[in-house]
């Protein structure tokens, strides 16, 4: 099992640029997936990035080029580099983790982020 909480989210204009981490505790991070979800009102929620145990990396469509997953194992950390922030951007991102055969079971509990125009 892995417990995960993220910090890092703000307030900024558009163009600047956030990062944000996702700290896990509990059974060895490196044998999970880990990924950014995020989630606007009256929006569905969407997978921003994912990073498998092994460290591909994958990223949407609509935030490719502009946002970079990427973990420190041996910190048991996970980020989200965001730069060139839209207000589109706008959302609740949050964390997840997926053991190997499983599904996103484990999510924390989430870190603002408002991009003003």
């Known amino acids: 099992q892995v417990r995960l909480v993220e910090s890092g989210g703000g307030l900024v204009q558009a163009g600047g640029s956030l990062r944000l981490s996702c700290t896990a505790s509990?059974?060895?991070?490196?044998?999970?997936?880990m990924a950014w979800f995020r989630r606007a009102p009256g929006r569905e929620r969407e997978r921003v990035a994912e990073?498998?145990?092994?460290?591909?990396?994958s990223h949407a469509d609509s935030v490719k080029g502009r946002f970079t997953i990427s973990r420190d194992n041996a910190k048991n950390m996970g980020y989200l580099q965001m730069d060139n922030l839209k207000p589109e951007d706008t959302a609740v991102y949050y964390c997840a983790a997926q053991k190997v055969g499983g599904s996103w079971g484990y999510w924390g509990q989430g870190t603002q982020v408002t991009v003003s125009s």
């Open positions: 990073i498998s145990w092994t460290g591909e990396v």
């Open positions: 509990g059974r060895a991070f490196r044998n999970y997936s």
